[in-house]
């Protein structure tokens, strides 16, 4: 697994790779944060026709989602 370029970072000024996948069955985005050598992982998945709807929901959640500080 390549390693991506964070894009993305939170309120909480972590920054991270958020990843967007639609097929045609489901759309998923999948946020990624790292704190020294752990991952935090968050995901937000519904189908596919209905994933332009929930995008900024997912987005919203995404920018909110908190890890602990070390």
């Known amino acids: 697994m390549k390693k ?3 894009n993305f970072q939170t309120a909480q000024g972590i920054s991270g790779v958020l990843l967007v996948e639609v097929n045609q ?3 998923s985005m999948t946020l990624t ?4 050598q ?3 992982y968050w995901q937000g998945r519904s189908k596919s026709q209905d994933f332009q ?3 900024r ?3 919203y959640i995404a ?3 908190r890890i602990p500080k070390s």
Do not use: A, M, R
């Not at 944060?33 to 020294?36: C, M, N």
């Open 33 to 36: 944060l790292t704190q020294g």
């Open 38 to 40: 752990v991952k935090y």
């Open 25 to 27: 069955q489901v759309g």
């Open 63 to 65: 920018q909110q989602y």
């Open 53 to 55: 709807d929930y995008y």
């Open 4 to 6: 991506l370029k964070p």
């Open 57 to 59: 929901l997912f987005y």
